[in-house]
């Protein structure tokens, strides 16, 4: 699975963290495209659509050669994944697992004590700046391999 | 009146410890729970799955008057469980009652955290029991 960027967004659908894996020529692109997806992260998650209650979200959208999937945390947080797309097909059980691995990630970042309140900043609302962090994503996305 | 000052600011400080404690432990705790309904959604995870989590108990008794306001009553709180002062248990509960602090703390950064802004109070009726207050500022 060819996974191009990981993208986290805030409570306030302020960008959070964006990690690219794709290469410095699509750095503002996968930008635009996490921004994008919050409008259809908002759309699937508001009162309207009763009965989905599920905070993977699956696939939101395409865009040439690349799909966009996202999933919502309960306290807010999306998490968006591009992903290159290849003639492979996308199961949704491993994108599950995936987000779980991501949104873990991101728990353990903030539990970190360390971590912002020191401005009264509330969580998910500054930008993080770990590198630690950036490195775990990282494994997680480049290890991410689907099941067969 | 110095002491009182003191007092006020611990009282402070370890709420806002508890608070981002309850951030923290929410983030980790509803990865594999399906998104809440509404407020009272979210009260109720706060009385079972966080409690059980923090306290090994759940709450006892909740109570709302579906006007953003909810009392939540432990007879045995887990903290208090264990205390007692020579003055009896009048003075023991006047004492224990900064031992709250964190707790409250921790309820106000759940709620927080799940999206509600809360102010948080509490009140020790006679030792182990006690009450929490919450008071949903606007959702």
């Keep these: 699975m060819n996974i191009q960027?990981?993208?986290?967004?805030?409570?306030?659908?302020?960008?959070?963290?964006?990690?690219?894996?794709?290469?410095?020529?699509?750095?503002?692109?996968?930008?635009?495209?996490?921004?994008?997806?919050?409008?259809?992260?908002?759309?699937?998650?508001?009162?309207?659509v009763k009965g989905s209650t599920d905070l993977y979200l699956g696939h939101l959208s395409s865009m040439e050669d690349i799909a966009v999937y996202g999933c919502v945390t309960n306290t807010?947080?999306?998490?968006?994944?591009?992903?290159?797309?290849?003639?492979?097909?996308?199961?949704?059980?491993?994108?599950?697992?995936?987000?779980?691995?991501?949104?873990?990630?991101?728990?353990n970042f903030v539990s970190n004590p360390f971590y912002l309140t020191d401005d009264g900043a509330p969580a998910g609302s500054k930008v993080i700046a770990s590198k630690k962090f950036s490195e775990t994503v990282e494994n997680i996305a480049r290890s991410h391999v689907a099941t067969a | 009146m110095e002491n009182e000052q003191h007092r006020e600011a611990a009282y402070l400080k370890l709420e806002m410890m508890g608070y981002r404690?309850?951030?923290?432990?929410?983030?980790?705790?509803?990865?594999?729970?399906?998104?809440?309904?509404d407020t009272l959604d979210v009260v109720k995870y706060v009385c079972k799955d966080?409690?059980?989590a923090a306290f090994r108990k759940q709450i006892d008794?909740?109570?709302?008057?579906?006007?953003?306001?909810?009392?939540?009553?432990?007879?045995?709180?887990?903290?208090?469980?264990?205390?007692?002062?020579?003055?009896?248990?009048?003075d023991a509960s006047r004492k224990a009652?900064?031992?709250?602090?964190?707790?409250?703390?921790?309820?106000?950064?759940?709620?927080a955290n799940l999206g509600i802004s809360a102010a948080v109070g509490a009140e020790v009726a006679l030792i182990p029991q006690c009450t929490f207050h919450v008071k949903i500022t606007k959702s």
């Design chain 1, 5 to 48: 960027c990981v993208a986290y967004i805030g409570k306030q659908n302020n960008p959070i963290f964006v990690k690219n894996l794709g290469g410095p020529e699509n750095e503002l692109r996968y930008h635009f495209i996490s921004h994008v997806s919050c409008d259809i992260i908002e759309e699937r998650t508001s009162a309207a």
């Design chain 1, 76 to 107: 807010k947080i999306k998490i968006v994944v591009i992903l290159q797309l290849a003639d492979i097909i996308v199961k949704d059980s491993d994108m599950r697992q995936l987000f779980k691995r991501l949104h873990s990630a991101y728990a």
């Design chain 2, 21 to 37: 404690v309850g951030q923290a432990l929410v983030e980790r705790l509803t990865r594999d729970r399906p998104r809440f309904g």
């Design chain 2, 50 to 52: 966080l409690w059980t």
């Design chain 2, 61 to 90: 008794n909740l109570k709302t008057n579906h006007k953003g306001v909810y009392v939540l009553t432990d007879n045995n709180f887990r903290w208090l469980l264990r205390m007692s002062t020579e003055g009896g248990p009048g």
């Design chain 2, 97 to 111: 009652y900064p031992f709250l602090a964190f707790p409250c703390g921790l309820v106000r950064g759940a709620l």
